[in-house]
């Protein structure tokens, strides 16, 4: 059966299995971990198919489609702090799960990512941290792309009230810094 195009409306489990949704929904962060693995799992083996050429714009609608479904249901159209945190560890999930594909997928994950920065849940705040932290590590260069935004954000969390939040803002920094010195090491002091 043929996968609609991005942006047509899916059911999650279609997408998702019910089971996984409800576990990133949880209020116990192992049960968020666990569904964050099945995401992973799920992304994985779309990316699999998609570099074995097996239905190849199929799979690749499929995990823009999975990118969405987790992006409004678990960040924009949600005010549960828990939802919100599963929703994020799916995203950085789906950034470990794409590998090498990571690059073509980098500004549907760091976007959602990057609202999460200014929420009013110093947890949610962590957990975008923490996120884009490995979809960074996935992601290395292409992360640049969104270095404006990144700096704008992390400037706001390097002074966050929270001393969890301004620790995570201080790792992600250190990170982005790797990140560029490794691309131009001939501009380094």
Known sequence: MAQPSVG??????????LVTVQNLNDKLYEKRKIGALEIEALVRECSKNQETNKDKENNKDKIYLIIEYISQSFIYKTSS????KGGLIALAATALGLGQEVGQYVSKLVKPVLKCFVDQDNKVRYYACEALYNIAKASRKDILYHFNEIFEGMYQ???????NVRNGA????????????????CCLL
Do not use: H, M
């Not at 047509?8 to 299995?17: R, T, V, W």
């Not at 702090?81 to 919100?84: D, E, G, I, L, P």
């Open 170 to 185: 201080e790792l992600l920094d250190k990170l982005i810094k790797e990140i560029v010195s490794e691309l131009y090491p």
């Open 157 to 163: 969390l390097v002074g966050d009230s929270d001393g």
């Open 8 to 17: 047509a409306p899916k059911k999650s489990f279609d997408l998702i299995p």
């Open 81 to 84: 702090v828990n939802s919100k």
